[in-house]
């Protein structure tokens, strides 16, 4: 099964907006077994519009163009499908009645033009909409199929999950369920990654399902995606749960969390767990630790706030630490039970380090202090030396210190 | 003249890279008055690279390919291309003393893959490389031209600056220079600059020369770039210098900076002017001022630091405001007369709101008062409601309050 992708809009190319759908639609299809060779970008022209369309469905099972979907005289996706299907467009009363309440819903008056979003080519089938205004549609082209879906990513990813890929795993003669779970990882390079899976990799390179993929995700680490075909959701799951099993049993030190998890979410859950209270002091982060917390919906349960000691002087007069070099674990452990004290929080951790261009106190750019402040009175400290100079070290900061928390969190302090 | 894109890869098409490359060169190509129709992503396969090659050239007249370009058996660009000019690769032993130098340099030891990036289609030229290891190519087709270039985008962007847009002008026959001057705004919406720049807009579309676009970058806000093609590099700036000034005498209100200006550092570049130090108290931003500040090379001769007064506690203990209700003009005054005093700073900017989902003290979510305190001890404060939730709601609110105080720092508490 092959499909391919053609984004549909004047200011892709123009590079006004970027084309994120396409890449979306080929991660979602390669998971799913569905091979995508070509994706193509094409403006709001119609015999430009056919031409691109007829060129990806030359080597394709079907096409998912996105875009060009809306009430106006420079959207013309149904007009190129209906064209390539050399059939005409006709009013669909049951789309048209749809998009009538919408506007009534919203208290708004609907104009004429509104109604080019109920034309459908003669011969499609409609995915209803549940968002917008527009509808998707699946339009055969002899053994071949063109599905249309609107460019607004949410609409988009609604209307493949809902419709397209289950019509494509019905057109492949395929009746299973694809399934997939993310292992979010902290620590570790892909190639050292790739050695500690090796076996695991080997293994499932032979019987071929579930796939395993690794996602460079940047600052956020490294994910390790589970992909699994069955014959149903249930058995789906026991298939992931197993190889999750496996997989965690090999790096389950660096695995901080699954699917939708963010290391602050975790932290932020670990610490919820206890009931206890959390404060942070940033130095060369700046407040980038407490807006990511902060970013976490509920996390005023937890975070009482922070601290931004970028100035020596701030450290010295607010938080107490001893006057003198402040890259330092001494310092960073002084920070860290100041933040507990100014704050009235349980937890505290902080960071203080180098962004570079240049060094600091003798310590070269990307030289991070960490220190967590526990109830007992307790303080651990750690440092590491980050890549890359500002921007990258710091958001490499974050992560870092966080990481170093969660696994205080989960061995010596952790809940009992 | 007209010139379309292909980004080589198969990890774009499995949506592990977003190609943001072709979303750039569009976007510089229009700034030059070039058409670009299509833009393609097509895998590492040499069959499949040739027809997505094949399929931008047809109607165009210069195609630039991105990626590929690698020492491995999977980069096969060179390859493609050589077939489509209908000739063979050749050993540009120039080429491969430059790569040799590089790995001497790094002090690696170069394998024989590298030499690949030597072998140059006879009859094309290479653009030297400069950053990495692989050479651009331009690639004459009949009267069309091939231009092939690394993936990786700050490569890409040198050879694009520096060979190709100069080759597409010369070949285009405009012996011309093409200058761009961003002016960045904060405040209003695309539709209201879109008026109230009426008449500079009509009388631009009648004299095509220089154009004048909006670029909207969420809440960035929206970018007025003016595009000038002259004879040469000082007309062009002077033509720019001209419409820069009838621009801001419409809308110089709103336009808070330059280029590569960013709000935080057109704030602290005034507040440096002043030679005043800065510190900041965050409640529903929670650190995400103190974070783009000190983001800022340079940040630490006029940011002190922050307060981040997430719980309500750490409001009344910390920054001394007022118990009760503290999502008001009132807080936010206390908020930053209290982080003055706590960071011994000469002008702090506070921040309190509403993040949502939920209402909060009786506001509603999109809520947000902001409060500058200045070395007379004079306090101006300000409420803003602001769409979206959460993360969106946060973001705007730093530029929100950034841009409140820069219009102090200009107005009533401007540099004499």
Redesign the interface.
């Known amino acids: 099964m092959r499909c391919n992708v053609v984004a549909i809009g004047t200011e892709?190319?123009?590079?006004?907006?970027?084309?994120?759908n396409?890449?979306?639609?080929?991660?979602?299809l390669?998971a799913a077994g569905i091979e995508?060779?070509?994706?193509?970008?094409?403006?709001d022209?119609l015999v430009?519009m056919e031409?691109?369309i007829a060129?990806a469905l030359v080597?394709a099972d079907a096409v998912i163009i996105c875009g060009g979907l809306g009430p106006t005289h420079d959207d013309l996706t149904r007009e190129a499908i209906a064209s390539i299907m050399g059939t005409e467009l006709v009013h669909d009363e049951s789309v048209a009645g749809v998009i009538r309440e919408m506007f009534a819903r919203r208290g708004r008056v609907m104009s004429d033009n509104n109604l080019r979003q109920a034309l459908v080519p003669a011969g499609a089938a409609v995915i209803a909409q549940t968002r917008g205004t527009a509808p998707g549609l699946v339009c055969p082209v002899g053994e071949k199929v063109i599905y249309a879906v609107p460019g607004v990513p949410h609409e988009m990813k609604d209307m493949f999950e809902r419709a397209i890929l289950p019509d494509l795993l019905a057109r492949s003669g395929e009746r299973a369920v694809i399934k997939s779970r993310v292992l979010r990882t902290w620590g570790e390079s892909e190639s050292r990654l790739n050695e500690r899976l090796d076996d695991i990799i080997d293994e499932l390179d032979r019987i071929g399902n579930p796939t395993l993929a690794f996602?460079?995700s940047g600052w956020e680490g490294i994910k390790v995606r589970l992909t699994v075909k069955a014959p149903d959701s249930a058995s789906a799951s026991r298939t992931l749960d197993a190889w999750d099993r496996r997989v965690r049993a090999e790096i389950g030190d660096i695995v901080f969390g699954t699917d939708d998890d963010t290391m602050e979410s975790v932290v932020l859950a670990l610490l919820e767990q206890r009931s206890w209270?959390f404060g942070?002091a940033?130095s060369v982060?700046?407040?980038?630790?407490?807006?990511r917390?902060?970013?976490v919906?509920g996390?005023?349960r937890v975070?009482?706030?922070?601290?931004?000691?970028?100035?020596s002087?701030?450290k010295f007069?607010?938080l107490g630490v001893t006057p003198g070099p402040v890259v330092s674990e001494g310092a960073a452990a002084e920070m860290a039970a100041g933040a507990r004290r100014?704050?009235?929080c349980d937890v505290a951790l902080a960071l203080t380090g180098v962004a570079g261009?240049d060094e600091q106190d003798g310590r070269p750019a990307g030289t991070l202090c960490v220190a967590a402040a526990f109830p007992d009175g307790s303080t651990v400290t750690t440092t590491a030396m980050l890549p890359g100079v500002?921007?990258q070290m710091?958001q490499m900061s974050v992560i870092t210190a966080l990481d170093f928390l969660r696994k205080q969190l989960l061995g010596s302090h952790a809940a009992r």
């Open positions: 892709l190319l123009l590079g006004q907006i970027n084309d994120t396409s890449s979306w639609l080929g991660e979602q390669a995508s060779h070509l994706q193509l970008k094409v403006g022209n430009r031409d691109a060129v080597d996602l460079a209270t942070v940033e982060t700046g407040g980038l630790v407490g807006g917390l902060t970013n919906a996390s005023s975070f009482r706030g922070g601290v931004i000691s970028y100035a002087d701030v007069g607010v100014v704050l009235g261009p500002r921007d710091r």
